[in-house]
């Protein structure tokens, strides 16, 4: 059995599915692309943007459960937020434990 990967934009309320995680990830990239043109002409990054994700679907979860409530899906990589005040920020997909760890070591 093969496993399912997906890649959400909970604000956009966006979930697809792919066979493969790179299909995924270049889903996720696609979407920060539209964040960063969004932030471009805005001046600043939507905090939406951090609602991006990607992870996999677990075995005996079917895609209309997970449409149903994606609390069942089993996110991997989240958007987060890297750069400085100087040199400007950028969103890139990073590990979920890295992500939190991340916020952690912030507050």
């Not at 609390?71 to 989240?78: A, I, M």
């Amino acid at each position: 059995m093969s496993l399912t990967y997906f890649a959400m934009d909970r604000a956009a309320g966006e979930l697809d599915f792919f066979d493969t995680e790179q299909a995924a990830f270049d889903y996720a990239a696609e979407t920060l692309k539209e964040y960063r043109r969004d932030a471009r002409a805005d001046g600043e990054w939507s905090l939406d943007v951090e609602d991006v994700t990607v992870g996999v679907v677990p075995v005996g979860v079917t895609q209309q459960a997970a449409r149903d409530d994606d609390r069942l899906l089993c996110v991997t990589h989240r958007a987060k937020a890297i750069g400085n005040k100087k040199m400007g920020y950028d969103y890139r997909m990073c590990l979920k434990a890295s992500a939190e760890l991340t916020d952690e070591v912030q507050k």
